[in-house]
């Protein structure tokens, strides 16, 4: 696959980021401040856990 995952959001496989999501959100039909809502509250759970290091890392 080039070095990029098999999954992609929004057409982006190496760093999709907040954009990337809101745009697919929109695409979708779901109602964009409801996506937003949602993309905060998991950016708060991942900040306020030890997932961070994990991703950093990437899982090693």
């Known amino acids: 696959m080039g070095g990029e ?6 057409s982006e496989g190496k ?8 745009n697919v959100a929109e695409k979708v039909g779901l109602n964009l401040n409801r996506a937003k809502h949602i993309l905060s509250t998991i950016k708060t ?15 090693r």
């Open 45 to 59: 759970y991942i900040y306020q856990s030890n997932i961070q290091k994990y991703l950093r890392n990437g899982f």
């Open 15 to 22: 760093k999709p980021n907040e954009t990337d999501m809101i």
């Open 5 to 10: 995952h098999a999954t992609t959001i929004n």
